[in-house]
DNA sequence: TATATTCTTTGACCCAGATCAACTGAGGTT
DNA sequence: AACCTCAGTTGATCTGGGTCAAAGAATATA
């Protein structure tokens, strides 16, 4: 057997993101059912995973890569409403049309249920049906943070926060603790970044090259992003720096 | 037995939201065993229902009146994140601390439930879990399109897209069908409206002005607001006019 | 009848961020 | 070596909505 560089195959049991995923508080015998229904898809950086409006024949997990979720308006403005990360689930069981684009932002691995079988087992199954509501409120406290910083947040801020969610992700991988400096690639173009945080792309332009004239962030090339003080860049984001997770 | 004008006591068979709420799903004897842990509390216009970060005892639903949910940041910015309107759930099983301010817009009867009881009893009701669920991803899909609101629209499409919203809550109650003109009370302050759109109230006064002045809608005094044809004010929002109720 | 008080409107001015436009720099292709 | 293209930067200018200030309207208090 070949060396799996990605998860495009093998069983749950393996798979990097089962003990955060809708399956987590799966036991063994739910997840062989679930492995009967699953399959894996990939999708390159740029293309549409699914189209607003269309029928959605399944539903399933963000394995590895970054989608988003957007909205357009008819004259093309566009609004991200949604990154998805790796565990986050895509797809609502009990409806059939997709309400928003969700499109790679980078390559994507999805493990994919079929739409029916996956509702019918989670009629049956409570530690499915559980573990989603717990994500989908997650994912509701994630929305309204959002909602404070597109509704009173300065270009600054938004750039602040946005970067502060990035690093808090990368934090869990990065080798040194949260209180050390903090380094990571931004999954984002400037124009992504613009489309999540409401603003243009020059904008986030130049709010960057503020934040690192201003030493509250060190950039290599476009993406390299280091962050030498973490406490600073809350500040900077307007967030209580007490509110997250540093002593 | 008094007659009686509000809900503050009575069973749940009589209950106004009872095909909406969270309890819409359950069978008699499941409502049986709700009727035993829950409890009327009546909130006056302007009192807080619930504190960022107080502990909360109880979950509910709001029976009657509007409640808002508003994250502040430590120098008063305010943004209202979330509109409660009648059979809309309060609090977050599963978490101690209330993640944002609960206020009563307007004078609000809550149907309350001890949380402790109430989480033991979602772990067995399937019903309520369910219902909950559903709920839940609704309430997402809202704070979602909130967020094309506050990121992409001008100040005059976002008046546009609450009056809209407000409109469509109250069509069906309105005696004519929702092609005729639309009357109701705007239930917030010129302010409320501000912290709900990103706004100030000068520029949510300014753009009721233009409204008014270019015939979209018609205003007696501050808060009785007439919509002549939905449809333009639709076209004003920004939206898809045909993406809504109308046909 | 005066007088707070609270909500709202309106005016004058200003600025953060949008818009329009030119340019840089890193790949990639021929 | 010339020349694409695509992502990003930077500059000049404009403007929508914020800020500051005053006044109107409606209801409550004395």
Redesign the interface.
Known sequence: MAAQTQMTSGNCSDCPIRHRAVCARCEPDELDVLEEIKYYRTFEAGQTIIWSGDKMGFVGSVVSGIAS?T?T???G???M??LLLPSDFVG?P?RDGA??DVTATTDVVMCCFRKKPFEEMMERT?HI??R???M??D???A??????V???KTAREKIASLLSIVARRDASLSPNGPSGPMVFDLPLTREAMADY??LTLETVSRQMSALKKDGVIQLEGKRHVTIPDMRRLMDEA?D?ADGGFLG
Do not use: I
């Not at 929305?143 to 404070?148: D, G, S, T």
């Open positions: 979720l909205q308006m008819e004259d403005r566009t609004q409403v949604g609502r009990g309400a928003y409570p049906a559980h989603l509501l717990e989908t409120l994912e509701l406290d929305a309204r943070e959002w909602m404070l597109l509704g009173r945080l409401g307007g209580d």
